[in-house]
Nanobody, 125 residues
Framework: VQLVESGGGSVQPGGSLRLSCAVSGYTYSSYSMGWFRQVSGKEREGVATIRSDGGANYADSVKGRFTISQDSATNTLYLQMNKLKPEDTAVYYC????????????????????WGQGTQVTVSS
C-alpha cells in the first residue's frame, strides 16, 4: 500500500489550499481514510476522517473550514482547506485503514493505518 500526498505550500491567512492523497495497492471494500497534521514537537492530531460509505468526522478546530472527500474512481483522497489560519501550519499526512472507524485519535491510526510521507502547509502573512 502506498499513499502519496501533494498540494501543500505557503498561503496567506484567509487563503485556501487543496491537499491530495493518491492511494495505490489498497483493495479493501470497507475502509476509512483520514488527514492528520503535526507540528514539530507535538503529537500528530486528527483533522478529518472519512469512510467508504461517505460518513465523515472533523476536528472542532476545522469544522466549517475544511472538507474531506474521496474519488473512488481515481483512488484519491482530498482535503479542501478554506479560511486558513496561522495555527493550521503543520505537516499534513494522509492515512488509510481497513474498517469503518471515524475517530480522530492518532493512537488507533498509528497502530492500524498506512501512512503517506506528509506535505508541508504554511499559513503566514
Amino acid at each position: 500500500v502506498q499513499l502519496v500526498e501533494s498540494g501543500g505550500g505557503s498561503v496567506q491567512p484567509g487563503g485556501s489550499l487543496r491537499l491530495s492523497c493518491a492511494v495505490s495497492g489498497y483493495t479493501y471494500s470497507s475502509y476509512s481514510m483520514g488527514w492528520f497534521r503535526q507540528v514539530s514537537g507535538k503529537e500528530r492530531e486528527g483533522v478529518a476522517t472519512i469512510r467508504s460509505d461517505g460518513g465523515a468526522n472533523y476536528a472542532d478546530s476545522v469544522k466549517g473550514r475544511f472538507t474531506i472527500s474521496q474519488d473512488s474512481a481515481t483512488n484519491t483522497l482530498y482535503l479542501q482547506m478554506n479560511k486558513l489560519k496561522p495555527e493550521d501550519t503543520a505537516v499534513y499526512y494522509c492515512a488509510a485503514a481497513q474498517g469503518t472507524y471515524l475517530g480522530l485519535g492518532y493512537n488507533w491510526w498509528r497502530r492500524i493505518g498506512y501512512w503517506g510521507q506528509g506535505t508541508q502547509v504554511t499559513v503566514s502573512s
